[in-house]
Nanobody, 123 residues
């Protein structure tokens, strides 16, 4: 069983930045794909960005492309989501998720989830 531990959420003003971190406990990410989803109040959980751990290939949803950057640090076995130029509409709980093999955009394809971290952007 993989447990994902997230950190890095918080409250910032519009235009600010945050960095979210996600690390698995008791296992390495080497054969997994990792993704970030978010869920705003009253809305469905949506895919934000993902990375295939093995080759580092990434995919970022259009609405955050150019502002959010997903990356990984193999040595630390940790994935990151850098949130830049934040907007109030980015306010949500952000979840880290992982699955074996390829990257997918559907949350139902993910087996492991973190507890979520709140990101609040004020105008």
């Amino acid at each position: 069983q993989v447990q994902l531990v997230e950190s890095g959420g918080g409250q910032v003003q519009a235009g600010g930045s945050l960095r979210l971190s996600c690390a698995p406990s008791g296992r390495t990410f080497s054969s997994y794909s990792m993704a970030w989803f978010r869920q705003a109040p009253g809305k469905e959980r949506e895919f934000v960005a993902g990375i295939r751990w093995g080759d580092g290939s990434t995919y970022v949803r259009d609405s955050v492309k150019g502002r959010f950057i997903i990356s990984r640090d193999n040595a630390k076995n940790t994935g990151y989501l850098q949130l830049n130029s934040l907007k109030p509409e980015d306010t949500a709980v952000y979840y880290c998720a992982a699955r074996t093999r390829g990257l997918r955009l559907d949350l139902n394809d993910y087996d492991y989830w973190g507890q979520g971290t709140q990101v609040t952007v004020s105008s």
